[in-house]
Every structure is written in structure tokens, then in C-alpha cells.
């Protein structure tokens, strides 16, 4: 059994906002105000240098509970948000810096310091999952889907490779390299966004990528614009494709 407190709590919008820990892990979970039963989970993790309730994941949370009825949970990465930073943190925060500065590619830093996240990330997704199915509104059994962009990618491969709890999931933005294995042991449907002129990821790295997970229903979303011009219908889109996966009345 792992230890869900809830320390906060508020509600706007029809949309119910819960602060928690799971074994001093901090998460939000967001959840339809009107408490109308059970309904599907969806697990999002957030970007590089951003944290539980960036504006990006309280949005996305909001067009997934008010659009569909779902309970959306996030969880603050290691070294983010609420979580203190490492020595090891702060080393490959200002190696990567020092490359920007530089002109130098930024790439092989951020993958590396992912997959360094992800191997402490992974099993605290697990642990919340588990607490969160313990939750009445929630269950265990239900559906449960993954989105998680950039940093959020390379949690959630590996992630969803291990979880067989998890049956739909989106994902984009990131490099193949620490990733590819782990994804050809997906077959769950995959929503892929990728920038077609993305200044850090070469369109061939994030082609590889997509074409590494073995789902036989994969979508690939590119849009012309750099690392940080993803358009924001591609919210709609995946809010959509949770919805059809995981068929719920809101």
C-alpha cells in the first residue's frame, strides 16, 4: 500500500483541484466537481524546467475534465516543482545551459539527464497510479491513459512499456535514442506530436521515434513551426482522442 494524502483543496468551473502526496511524491489531481461516479484516469507529466500546475498541464487538465468528465492526475518530476534539486540536477542543468550558450547541441544533455529522471519517475507514476485506483471515484479497473510531451515523453515510454494498466496514450517532442527500445514494446494507440521544423530534434529523430512503437493504431500529428510553436489545437486533438478511446458522459 502506498501513503495518498490530500493536503489542499479547491474548486472553480465545475472542476474539483486536489493537492496530494503519495509517499511525499507531490501531485494535483483534477476531477469533475459534480462527483458523478466513476470515470477514467488520465496520467499527464509535465516538460523540462516546468512543474505540476505549469499552465500547460492545468489547461490540458481542464479540457479533459469539463470536455470529457475524466480525473486527470499530475506528479512534480525529480527536481521539479516541489521536489529540491540534486547535485546531480544542478550539474546537468548548468552543463546544458553552458551549451546553449555555446551553440552546441543541446540533445545529447537533455536525453541523458531525462533517461536520469525517468529511472526515479517511472515507478513514482506506478506508485500514484496505484494509490489513485484506491480512490472510490476512480477504481481499480477503469481506464487510464497517458500524455506527457517533451520530458513528459521520456518519462511516459518507458513508463507505459512496463504499466499494462495503461491502454491509450499521447506523446511527442523528444529524441529516439534512450527511448526506442522501450517503445517497440508499446502496442497501446499512440498520438505522436512532432515539429516539423523543430530547431533542437531533427525531423528524422522524431520520425524514429514514431516509427519505433509497434501500436498497430499510431497517429502521427506534424505541424510546420519549431520546439516550442506546437500548436495549441493539438490540446483539442488529443482530448479527442481520449475521448474515443476511453467513451465517458461528462
Same mark, same amino acid.
Given at each position: 500500500?502506498?501513503?495518498?494524502?490530500?493536503?489542499?483543496?479547491?474548486?472553480?468551473?465545475?472542476? !474539483?483541484?486536489?493537492?496530494?502526496?503519495?509517499?511525499?511524491?507531490?501531485?494535483?489531481?483534477?476531477?469533475?466537481?459534480?462527483?458523478?461516479?466513476?470515470?477514467?484516469?488520465?496520467?499527464?507529466?509535465?516538460?523540462?524546467?516546468?512543474?505540476?500546475?505549469?499552465?500547460?498541464?492545468?489547461?490540458?487538465?481542464? !479540457?479533459?475534465?469539463?470536455?470529457?468528465?475524466?480525473?486527470?492526475?499530475?506528479?512534480?518530476?525529480?527536481?521539479?516543482?516541489? &521536489? =529540491?534539486?540534486?547535485?546531480?540536477?544542478? &550539474?546537468?542543468?548548468?552543463?546544458?545551459?553552458?551549451?546553449?550558450?555555446?551553440?552546441?547541441?543541446?540533445? =545529447?544533455?537533455?536525453v541523458r539527464y531525462n533517461a536520469h529522471l525517468a529511472e526515479q519517475a517511472v515507478p513514482e507514476y506506478r506508485a500514484t497510479l496505484d494509490a489513485l485506483q484506491e480512490l472510490p471515484e476512480i477504481g481499480p479497473g477503469g481506464p487510464v491513459g497517458f500524455?506527457?510531451?517533451?520530458?513528459?515523453?521520456?518519462?511516459?515510454?518507458?513508463?507505459?512499456?512496463?504499466?499494462?494498466?495503461?491502454?491509450?496514450?499521447?506523446?511527442?517532442?523528444?529524441?529516439?535514442?534512450?527511448?526506442?527500445?522501450?517503445? !517497440? !514494446?508499446?502496442?497501446?494507440?499512440?498520438?505522436?506530436?512532432?515539429?516539423?521544423?523543430?530547431?533542437?530534434? =531533427?525531423?528524422?529523430?522524431?520520425?524514429?521515434?514514431?516509427?519505433?512503437?509497434?501500436?498497430?493504431?499510431?497517429?502521427?500529428?506534424?505541424?510546420?513551426?519549431?520546439?516550442?510553436?506546437? =500548436?495549441?489545437?493539438?490540446?483539442?486533438?488529443?482530448?479527442?482522442?481520449?475521448a474515443r478511446h476511453f467513451p465517458h458522459a461528462a
Open positions: 500500500m502506498h501513503s495518498l494524502h490530500f493536503t489542499a483543496e479547491t474548486s472553480s468551473n465545475g472542476v !474539483r483541484e486536489r493537492d496530494f502526496t503519495v509517499d511525499g511524491v507531490p501531485g494535483v489531481l483534477w476531477s469533475p466537481a459534480s462527483g458523478t461516479g466513476r470515470a477514467p484516469l488520465i496520467l499527464m507529466a509535465h516538460g523540462g524546467g516546468n512543474h505540476k500546475k505549469s499552465p500547460a498541464m492545468a489547461g490540458r487538465a481542464h !479540457r479533459l475534465v469539463t470536455g470529457c468528465g475524466f480525473h486527470v492526475a499530475v506528479i512534480d518530476a525529480p527536481g521539479h516543482g516541489d &521536489r =529540491p534539486r540534486t547535485p546531480h540536477d544542478e &550539474r546537468e542543468i548548468a552543463e546544458l545551459f553552458r551549451a546553449r550558450a555555446a551553440g552546441e547541441p543541446e540533445g =545529447p544533455i537533455v500524455f506527457g510531451l517533451n520530458m513528459g515523453t521520456a518519462i511516459g515510454v518507458p513508463f507505459v512499456a512496463s504499466e499494462p494498466r495503461i491502454s491509450a496514450a499521447v506523446f511527442g517532442l523528444h529524441w529516439p535514442d534512450a527511448l526506442a527500445d522501450a517503445a !517497440r !514494446r508499446i502496442t497501446v494507440p499512440i498520438e505522436f506530436d512532432l515539429q516539423w521544423d523543430d530547431e533542437h530534434i =531533427p525531423r528524422e529523430s522524431g520520425l524514429a521515434l514514431f516509427d519505433a512503437f509497434a501500436s498497430k493504431e499510431k497517429t502521427l500529428h506534424a505541424n510546420a513551426g519549431a520546439h516550442k510553436e506546437l =500548436p495549441r489545437f493539438e490540446v483539442d486533438n488529443a482530448v479527442l482522442f481520449f
